[in-house]
Nanobody, 117 residues
Framework: QVRLVESGGGLVQAGESLRLSCSASGILVSVNAVGWYRQAPGKQREPIVT???????YYSDSVKGRFTISRDNAKNTVALLMNSLRSEDSAVYYC???????????WGQGTQVTVSS
């Protein structure tokens, strides 16, 4: 059974940083694509960063240069370092892992990030 658990969300002020972590079990992050989405109130869930199994990354324009995704294969975790946070970054953040073989996506339960201006 695949399970993803996010942690690290919270309330910060604009300009500060947060580091989100996603712990995976039942699936290896090292051989699959991973990434983060976010969903703000009243808005659709949007992709913000993906990392292929080979390590190629794609960042949305809204976070490029401020957010960094990383993967710890030994711990089977995915992290998202968020710098220079803005009020518009406030959202629930979800990590996901895409099974390279069957193309199924697995999601965590989400972690709330709130940035006060």
């Amino acid at each position: 059974q695949v399970r993803l658990v996010e942690s690290g969300g919270g309330l910060v002020q604009a300009g500060e940083s947060l580091r989100l972590s996603c712990s995976a079990s039942g699936i290896l992050v090292s051989v699959n694509a991973v990434g983060w989405y976010r969903q703000a109130p009243g808005k659709q869930r949007e992709p913000i960063v993906t990392m292929s199994a080979e390590g190629t990354t794609y960042y949305s324009d809204s976070v490029k240069g401020r957010f960094t995704i990383s993967r710890d294969n030994a711990k089977n975790t995915v992290a998202l370092l968020m710098n220079s946070l803005r009020s518009e970054d406030s959202a629930v953040y979800y990590c996901y892992v895409r099974n390279t073989w069957n193309k199924l996506d697995y999601w965590g339960q989400g972690t709330q990030v709130t940035v006060s201006s």
